[in-house]
């Protein structure tokens, strides 16, 4: 079906949540994307950080058609292949040691989302300040953070402009300033703070890492005050900035991880991972789905995990980040590149206009999939397989771009 077929159902029978860009994309291989009339696009997107291994990665189809042809789904109310083995090594890259030296043991539930996920972090650790900790109600969020768009996940997202039109929001959120400790302190001084939730780098705000002394600061101060630290890696996280976490590049550890995006290769999955003695506040019937972790997602996420596992990955994440963030920095009119990994933003001066660039890049003969998140801002999240090459063809085709 063409693109202007698919435009005019849309418009008539699809929900107008989306601005979509005019185009239709129909297969893909790797890193590149071919639209309806066989064009052929570099993705420097990758479905917003979803597709790790690549489009159509040989190893993860491979996977899904096997487990489609053996057992799709049939809920959670029994056990299932793999689920166990997909929690076990979830638990083993989160990592991190108790005050004793001993190796932290994590428990996940398995959702469909980022949303859920932070849905199911947010329950959890108001449920423990009830049952095992300070008893307190508060969730500190940082302000311009982005968890998700259903109403809890949304009220604990600290940007006016989303929340107004869906008001009241549920309540016991505050925000602070990303990097003020001073501010935090605060929150803990005069509020029943049970948990502190953050994105370890911003992504839908422009990709703003936290420092190392914030990161520091809400460790120190979940810990002192028997709270909860939560980190939102629903984008950052599944080895986007290298490390399988991005909290892992701080020497710190969580209470809690919400995950979601990468975590499956493109199939819809969200996990809320947490700390063994924290997770035990949830009893049958606290919390549940009807599709999270089902047969078909955890034969996807146990196939990504292998392969972002296997030896030697962590590092040519990074060096390819590396190589993107040169590249990105060498572009006209750049007045900062930020990022960890492969999540990175380019910031230019008031003379680019990201969004038209994004849209040029569309249209351009070589095409580039691109985003941005700002007037002035462009985000990366390629897929994980990037390669040098297809950063220096994307870097020079954008430069073209930015001088036409």
């Given at each position: 079906m063409s693109l202007a077929q698919q435009q005019e159902l849309e418009s008539k029978y699809v929900m107008g949540t989306f601005a979509r860009?005019?185009?239709?994309?129909?297969?893909?291989?790797?890193?590149?994307?071919?639209?309806?009339?066989?064009?052929?696009?570099?993705?420097?997107?990758?479905?917003?950080?979803?597709?790790?291994?690549?489009?159509?990665?040989?190893?993860?189809?491979?996977?899904?058609?096997?487990?489609?042809?053996?057992?799709?789904?049939?809920?959670?109310?029994?056990?299932?292949?793999?689920?166990?083995?997909?929690?076990?090594?979830?638990?083993?890259?989160?990592?991190?040691?108790?005050?004793?030296?001993?190796?932290?043991?994590?428990?996940?539930?398995?959702?469909?989302?980022?949303?859920?996920?932070?849905?199911?972090?947010?329950?959890?650790?108001r449920l423990y300040a009830k049952r095992f900790g300070n008893g307190g109600s508060t969730i500190v969020t940082i302000t311009n953070s982005f968890h998700g768009r259903t109403l809890a996940t949304l009220a604990a997202t600290a940007q006016p402009l989303k929340q107004e039109a869906f008001?009241?929001?549920?309540?016991?959120?505050?925000?602070?300033?990303?990097?003020?400790?001073?501010?935090?302190?605060?929150?803990f001084a005069n509020h029943d703070v049970c948990a502190v939730i953050l994105e370890v780098v911003q992504g839908e705000s422009g990709v703003h890492p936290c420092s190392q002394e914030y990161m520091e600061a809400v460790r120190r101060l979940t810990s002192e005050n028997k709270a909860l630290m939560i980190c939102d890696e629903v984008?950052?996280?599944?080895?986007?900035?290298?490390?399988?976490?991005?909290?892992?590049?701080?020497?710190?550890?969580p209470d809690i991880v919400a995950m979601a995006k990468g975590i499956a290769g493109g199939v819809p999955m969200g996990a809320c991972a947490a700390r063994a003695e924290v997770a035990d506040a949830f009893e049958p019937g606290d919390h549940g789905t009807t599709f999270g972790g089902s047969c078909l997602a955890i034969a996807a996420a146990?196939?990504?995990?292998?392969?972002?596992?296997?030896?030697?990955?962590?590092?040519?994440?990074?060096?390819?980040?590396?190589?993107?963030?040169?590249?990105?920095?060498?572009?006209?009119h750049v007045k900062e590149v930020r990022g960890l990994g492969l999540m990175r933003a380019v910031e230019f001066d008031d003379s680019v206009d990201a969004p038209a660039l994004v849209l040029a890049a569309l249209n351009a003969p070589q095409g580039l999939v691109l985003n941005y998140t700002g007037a002035h801002t462009l985000r990366f999240l390629p897929p994980l397989v990037v390669t040098n090459a297809d950063i220096d063809a994307m870097a020079g085709q954008l430069e073209k771009l930015i001088e036409a």
């Open positions: 860009k005019p185009v239709e994309f129909v297969s893909g291989n790797g890193m590149m994307l071919t639209d309806d009339k066989g064009k052929q696009y570099l993705d420097f997107i990758g479905g917003i950080g979803v597709i790790s291994l690549g489009h159509c990665a040989p190893a993860l189809v491979k996977t899904l058609q096997e487990q489609t042809a053996k057992l799709m789904h049939v809920s959670n109310y029994y056990y299932i292949e793999h689920r166990g083995e997909v929690a076990e090594k979830l638990s083993n890259i989160l990592g991190g040691t108790t005050d004793s030296g001993e190796p932290v043991e994590w428990k996940t539930f398995f959702s469909n989302s980022g949303a859920e996920s932070n849905e199911c972090a947010i329950k959890l650790a008001k009241p929001l549920p309540g016991g959120f505050i925000d602070v300033q990303q990097n003020d400790v001073a501010a935090l302190e605060a929150a984008q950052c996280g599944m080895y986007r900035c290298g490390v399988p976490f991005a909290f892992q590049h701080y020497g710190v550890t146990n196939c990504v995990l292998d392969e972002l596992g296997r030896e030697g990955e962590i590092e040519r994440i990074e060096a390819a980040g590396e190589h993107l963030a040169e590249r990105l920095t060498a572009l006209p």
